[in-house]
């Protein structure tokens, strides 16, 4: 992501609105502080990520099996 100044922002203005149109996010700050993000409309947002959560949960081995003796009595079998 690009961070331009307001002066910066007002003097390219056409080439950073290409940027966004090209998928590109700019920040444009005031004093270094960011103001607001220049972004194409219809962006597509950024995809999630499989497997975010590596290592924070676990899954049991009979995860395929559990609730199998409940499931059954309530098909009848």
Do not use: C, W, Y
């Amino acid at each position: 992501m690009v961070t331009v100044n307001i002066h910066e922002a007002k003097t390219h203005l056409s080439r950073l609105i290409e940027q966004a149109v090209n998928g590109e996010s700019i920040v444009i700050a005031k004093a270094g502080k960011p103001l607001v993000k220049i972004v194409a409309l219809g962006a597509p947002r950024a995809p999630q990520r499989l497997g975010f959560m590596d290592g924070e949960i676990s899954v049991p081995e009979d995860f395929d099996r559990m609730g199998e003796a409940e499931i059954a009595v309530m098909f009848g079998a």
